[in-house]
């Protein structure tokens, strides 16, 4: 959906909201989504939160999502699987070249748990996509440690006026 009107809505609601009822109705529209991307044996992961955002916020929003997506597609997934290793400053405001340098480097794969995606398709979870930049640094830190293929998927996308 479009990050704006009843999407952008929505998904706050969720983020900032502690409306954890969206989660399931969410899954089932990724689901849907998802069909054309999944592969036999992918691994679901979520987009990670620093741990002090995490602290703050108390659960991580795309990690909810992507649990009731793998049990609704019937996948393995790892809320785990990447740590930001760098706790960034928000991205809102930032033009799309700075969001970029701001996730270079700050996502890793977690050494306990890279065994999960070597050689295995990967499917990336997030609430919402704006520039790209944090689903690059998570695609590229999968890329590197293994995994035979990383695919994305959002519950929104920022759109431009046009």
Known sequence: ????????????ALKHGD?????????????????????RNMLIAPIPL??????K?????????AKAL???VKQEQCPDLLIRTVRTRSLDG??????FETLDG??????K???????????????VMTSGATLSAATQACLSAGAKNVCILTLARVAKDT
């Open 1 to 12: 959906m479009l990050y704006r009107d009843n999407g952008r809505k929505l998904v706050l």
């Open 19 to 39: 409306r954890h009822d969206v989660v399931r109705p969410a899954a089932l529209w990724l689901a849907r989504a998802a069909q054309p991307l999944l592969t």
């Open 50 to 55: 620093h741990w002090l955002r995490m602290l």
């Open 57 to 65: 916020r108390r659960f991580n929003q795309s990690a909810l999502l």
């Open 70 to 72: 793998a049990i609704e």
């Open 94 to 99: 930032l033009r799309r070249d700075e969001r």
């Open 106 to 111: 700050a996502i890793s794969v977690h050494p």
């Open 113 to 127: 748990r890279r065994h999960k995606l070597v050689g295995r398709d990967v499917l990336l979870l997030d609430d």
